[in-house]
């Protein structure tokens, strides 16, 4: 009932000049719940590329350690999917010169390194390479763990692959690295009131902790009177 299918980058403007990227406008939709108007969270758009031949070999080392692998009893059937530019050639050869753009800077980046994954690994969503969005959103996480974003993220393709409980660590993650920040509260608890309805232990731990942090809001009563609901 409560999931949604968009990603989001929340408070952009604020990580982009914080990672001194703020050259960097993302156009592509992110993918969120959907907030009320009180909520005070504003979605910004994203970008996203694909890792062109050339910038590859600069960048293409791939992560030593997993900060999060798939949960005991998780499996992905597929880790490809329909994305949004899939079927059209003209935006998919969009995605890849984006994605080249990005990678050019990536294989440099230092302080701006955490956002430019992310925009990669938005850019496999629009193409629907499952395998190389969990990678970027990987190297995302190890370059800053406390950012709640890649973790949001990573909790949102969890979820469209069927991987729930990894999903669940992922979101979780999120409200714990940034519980200031309402939006990822409101999405771990939209997502274990649609995934995880009988699961009361945890809905309770996440809306106490979500209160605790953002207080008692009206979205949140909201998503507990919804899930209560016979």
Do not use: C
């Not at 309770?204 to 953002?214: F, G, H, M, P, Q």
């Amino acid at each position: 009932m409560m999931y949604r299918t968009r990603m989001i980058i929340i408070g952009i403007v604020v990580i982009l000049f914080g990672a001194g990227a703020a050259q960097f406008i993302f156009p592509r939709p992110a993918k969120s719940p959907t907030l009320p108007a009180s909520a005070g969270e504003q979605n910004a758009s994203t970008t996203t590329a694909n890792i062109s031949a050339t910038t590859a070999v600069n960048i293409s080392k791939k992560p030593t350690e997993h900060p999060l692998s798939l949960s005991e009893g998780d499996i992905v059937a597929s880790w490809d999917f329909k994305g949004a530019y899939s079927d059209n050639s003209e935006l998919t050869a969009k995605a890849q010169s984006e994605i080249a753009r990005l990678s050019e800077l990536l294989a440099t980046a230092t302080s701006s390194a955490m956002i430019l994954s992310v925009g990669v690994a938005n850019q496999y969503e629009l193409l629907g390479d499952g395998k190389k969005q969990y990678e970027y959103l990987e190297r995302a996480i190890q370059t800053n763990p406390e950012n709640g974003l890649p973790w949001h993220n990573l909790g949102a393709l969890m979820e469209r692959l069927g991987a729930y409980k990894t999903a669940r660590v992922a979101y979780e993650k999120s409200t714990l690295v940034q519980p200031e920040l309402k939006f990822y509260h409101y999405a771990y608890v939209e997502f274990l009131t649609s995934r995880m309805k009988e699961d009361t232990a945890t809905i309770e731990k996440a809306l106490e902790n979500a209160e605790k942090n953002i207080g008692k809001t009206p979205y949140l009563l909201e998503l507990r009177t919804e899930w209560q609901k016979p």
